[in-house]
């Protein structure tokens, strides 16, 4: 029954958006974290979607749905804050901060609450769409 | 007689069936909307209809047996969809990642599909109301 695939496949795309918003929060909350458990100052991650068979109809690439492959590290340099008296500044007198970018973040965050709604939305319609095939003929 | 009951009732069945995967696509591209390289996906509704509904059906072929006389044709032991010929959307603006969903289109696409589906199942149900008040002739 296709439409009962219908919500696999919008639960994969809710499920990844909000790993993604879980990823914005971690970036958000860490954005001044000069040092992480390694004694490293916090990366920004980032999430990679992949478009991937789900429910039973597994194999069948034609409608695929979504998940995380992965999370990266963002690469780029980190950010330097001049502030001698801060106990993990360098000989320069540099501290290294997250290379966080909020407004990056907070774009990412309302792209991935917008996403989220839409696949609420086609799971709902389903929804109902089903309940309407339950009562033909009624 | 049940095969005329049959006859009456396919062609809205198949129809129904046809929307329910139509739906399921458009969901795959929905949830696939931040998918780098994901192509959004459709089929052509009225040539699946016509491919579905051209074979003999079993109120024709008056045998439960279904004749495969076309490779496309559907052997009893699956339920899957004859005819359903799938292709790759041609999108106004192409996003820089390679992802060819537009979310607008897919939402319009998606309201208009579960409007017709829904139109589907009034007509069957207007069907089986006329098929019981001849059953029950009063």
């Known amino acids: 029954m296709s439409l009962f695939n219908v919500f696999n496949i919008a639960g994969s795309g809710v499920q990844a958006q909000s790993q993604r918003l879980n990823v914005v929060a971690s970036n958000l909350a860490n954005a001044e974290s000069v040092a992480g458990p390694d004694g490293q100052p916090y990366k920004a991650r980032h999430v990679v979607f992949q478009a991937q068979a789900v429910g039973s109809d597994a194999g069948d690439n034609q ?26 500044a360098d000989e320069q007198g540099y501290v290294s901060m997250p290379n966080v970018n909020a407004v990056d973040e907070m774009v990412n965050m309302i792209s991935a609450s917008r996403s989220y709604q839409s696949n609420i939305e086609v799971m709902n319609t389903a929804k109902s769409l089903l309940q309407k095939t339950l009562q033909l003929g009624s | 007689m049940l095969n005329q009951l049959d006859g009456i009732l396919s062609y809205h069945g198949d129809a129904l069936k046809l929307r329910a995967e139509r739906q399921r ?22 040539q699946a209809l016509l491919n579905a509904t051209a074979g003999p059906t079993l109120a024709t072929s008056g045998n439960a047996a279904l004749a495969t006389t076309d490779s496309r044709h559907l052997s009893t032991s699956t339920l899957g969809l004859p005819g ?5 959307r041609t999108p106004n ?33 207007g069907q089986i109301k006329t098929l019981t008040l001849a059953i029950q002739g009063q």
């Not at chain 1, 950010?79 to 008296?85: E, H, L, Q, S, T």
């Not at chain 2, 359903?84 to 790759?88: A, K, P, R, S, T």
Request: glycine share 2%; proline share 6%.
């Open chain 1, 63 to 88: 409608t695929p749905g979504v998940r995380v492959s992965q999370i990266i590290e963002d690469d780029s340099p980190l950010r330097k804050v001049y502030d001698p008296k801060h106990p993990l």
């Open chain 2, 93 to 125: 603006q192409l996003s820089i990642d390679g992802n060819s969903v537009e979310m607008d289109t897919e939402r319009a696409h998606f309201a208009d599909n579960a409007v017709r589906y829904e139109a589907s199942l009034r007509f069957l149900s």
């Open chain 2, 25 to 46: 696509v458009l969901a795959a591209n929905i949830a696939n909307a931040d998918t780098p390289n994901y192509k959004a996906m459709d089929f052509d509704f009225r």
């Open chain 2, 84 to 88: 359903v010929d799938m292709q790759y």
